[in-house]
């Protein structure tokens, strides 16, 4: 009682739970953890169809789209530009 549950290719589904500035609405956002072995910290996938997290995440993003984005949060989170 208490464990939860895995499938036997070592993934736990899940729902996200954090807020990611410039993707919309991220919170609850249908998520697989896969173990990544003792000690270490699992790979997140998002699995929520047609997300622009999901896509991002599969495909990457250019350089030019992560200075977009870490300029988008430093404004949302510290007022900075």
Same mark, same amino acid.
């Given at each position: ?15 996200? %739970? @954090? ?6 609405? @991220?919170?609850?956002? %249908?998520?697989?953890?896969?173990? %990544?072995?003792?000690?270490? !910290?699992?790979?997140?996938? !998002? ?10 995440? *599969? ?12 300029? *988008?949060?430093?404004?949302? *989170?510290?007022?900075?530009?």
């Amino acid at each position: 009682m208490g464990r939860r549950r895995k499938n036997q290719s070592g993934t736990l589904f899940g729902w996200m %739970q @954090t807020n990611v500035p410039t993707y919309g609405e @991220t919170l609850s956002l %249908q998520s697989i953890a896969i173990e %990544q072995g003792l000690g270490l !910290i699992p790979e997140i996938k !998002i699995i929520e169809e047609n997300h622009p997290l999901k896509i991002d995440q *599969e495909n990457g993003i250019t350089l030019e789209k992560a200075i977009s984005i870490v300029d *988008e949060i430093m404004k949302i *989170e510290h007022g900075k530009s």
